[in-house]
């Protein structure tokens, strides 16, 4: 699968088709040479909620897990008018994610929140609901996965209808298929409630791509609000 990749994105993600190409490869390389894990989304990927971010015509972007900075510079460079708030707890991640970004020429597309999701979130909301900052159109959750629901839950008030909500690493290598792996990790019980749960939430309609690539076996869940 990741030749495939290689294949593919050297005929599809070449200089020509992005401005911001040599410096979103870059973003990758600098993060894993900062000491940070190799676990951004591949470039395919990242492509991939670009275009999305494209067709939902999104321009206010919430992302929880900044990491590096590599989807979240995606992101930005779907259009110059598109903005990007994105969460990290880890401090040396958004450090290296802010320098990576300035160095992409993004920094003023990308505002990066310092703090946990769980306590930035809920301000962000307030402001939305104050009428001092505009609703997320779109919603990318990539962070820590035991928290997925409650980030769900957090932000979708500050939402709208047609907002486009995609969670990462929603099969793990298939695991979340079975309740034996649920109670070994609790990263596969929380993603299994997500799923169950957005499955009876009246404000969503979900699906489950399953992805293989350089990121091994894995998925996005791709919902809207109605
Ligand atoms: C992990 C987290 C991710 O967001 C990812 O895409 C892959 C792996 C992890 O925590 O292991
Ligand atoms: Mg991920």
Redesign the pocket.
């Known amino acids: 699968p990741g030749a495939v990749d290689d294949y593919v994105n050297s005929h599809l993600q070449t200089p020509a088709s992005n401005k911001y190409h040599n410096a979103l490869e870059h973003i990758r390389e600098k993060s894993i040479a900062a000491g940070l894990p190799d676990?951004a989304?591949s470039a395919a990927q990242a492509k991939y909620l670009a275009i999305q971010v494209k067709i939902a015509k999104a321009k206010n972007i919430l992302e929880l897990?900044t990491l590096g900075g590599f989807s979240a510079a995606w992101m930005a460079s779907a259009g110059p008018d598109v903005k990007v708030t994105t969460v990290e707890l880890e401090e040396h991640n958004a450090n290296v994610a802010s320098k990576n970004i300035a160095e992409a020429g993004l920094q003023n597309q990308i505002d990066i929140q310092r703090g946990a999701g769980l306590g930035v979130l809920p301000k962000l909301v307030a402001e939305v609901k104050a009428g001092q900052r505009p609703e997320f159109d779109f919603i990318f959750i990539?962070a820590d996965k035991q928290n997925n629901l409650a980030y769900l839950n957090l932000a979708l008030p500050a939402s709208r209808s047609g907002t486009v909500v995609i969670v990462?690493?929603v099969v793990r290598q298939g695991r979340i298929a079975y309740p034996d792996e649920a109670a070994k990790d609790e990263r596969i019980s929380a993603t299994r409630n997500l799923i169950e749960t957005i499955g009876k939430d009246e404000r969503l309609d979900a699906t489950v791509i399953q992805t293989v690539g350089e990121?091994s076996y894995d998925g996005f869940l791709f919902a809207i609000k109605k």
């Open positions: 676990i989304c897990g990539d990462d690493n990121k």
